[in-house]
T-cell receptor, first 113, second 113 residues
Framework: DGGITQSPKYLFRKEGQNVTLSCEQNLNHDAMYWYRQDPGQGLRLIYYSQIVNDFQKGDIAEGYSVSREKKESFPLTVTSAQKNPTAFYLC????????????FGDGTRLSIL | LAKTTQPISMDSYEGQEVNITCSHNNIATNDYITWYQQFPSQGPRFIIQGYKTKVTNEVASLFIPADRKSSTLSLPRVSLSDTAVYYCLVGDMGAGGYNKLIFGAGTRLAVHP
């Protein structure tokens, strides 16, 4: 089945540690996105990428970094500079950018130890 | 930047039709209207998308008046499993219009027995 796979489902980070969240898609989509969701809130865009080797900051990019070396992969690193990283992280992809329907993964829940 | 306004919450009962209205007064000519559904601890799921008049698929209908300043998602004969958060988004279908997409807090629909 085609879809988006996020791993791990749960992740714990120690203070001062960087962690990387994985996102893989086999939908042959050009565009990929990372969102953060806090309890009871909507989704906020962290980074997005419309093509390989290109990505743009979203609304809350500080403390995060990404890479897009392959079309199917868009990993997100939560750095130690992100002071409040506890959240639900969602990865999505769409055929192209714009308002094309986005397909979401099942998310990674990150917590601080 | 196209902004949307939705009710924070709604309640309904099994078997009823539910209509959720979204206001988007500054929608642009090239913008499409898209609705997503999100269950707890899952990524949002695309429901329906439209530009004008009426769009219907196997799960919902989308009504868009001529001035396009609002839209209504209609869920026929809801069941308990339709309890979720529903998001309305407005944005350009073209790749360059991505920055206009905003997932707000959405509408929390609770379906009761």
């Amino acid at each position: 089945d085609g879809g988006i796979t996020q791993s791990p489902k749960y992740l714990f980070r120690k203070e001062g540690q960087n962690v990387t969240l994985s996102c893989e898609q086999n939908l042959n989509h050009d565009a990929m996105y990372w969102y953060r969701q806090d309890p009871g809130q909507g989704l906020r865009l962290i980074y997005y990428s419309q093509i390989v080797n290109d990505f743009q900051k979203g609304d809350i990019a500080e403390g995060y970094s990404v890479s897009r070396e392959k079309k199917e992969s868009f990993p997100l690193t939560v750095t130690s500079a992100q002071k409040n990283p506890t959240a639900f992280y969602l990865c999505a992809s769409s055929l192209t950018g714009g308002n094309q329907p986005q397909h979401f993964g099942d998310g990674t829940r990150l917590s601080i130890l | 930047l196209a902004k949307t306004t939705q009710p924070i919450s709604m309640d309904s009962y099994e078997g009823q039709e539910v209509n959720i209205t979204c206001s988007h007064n500054n929608i642009a000519t090239n913008d499409y209207i898209t609705w997503y559904q999100q269950f707890p601890s899952q990524g949002p799921r695309f429901i329906i998308q439209g530009y004008k008049t009426k769009v219907t698929n196997e799960v919902a209908s989308l009504f868009i008046p001529a001035d396009r300043k609002s839209s209504t998602l209609s869920l026929p004969r809801v069941s308990l499993s339709d309890t979720a958060v529903y998001y309305c988004l407005v944005g350009d279908m073209g790749a360059g219009g991505y920055n206009k997409l905003i997932f707000g807090a959405g509408t929390r629909l609770a379906v009761h027995p």
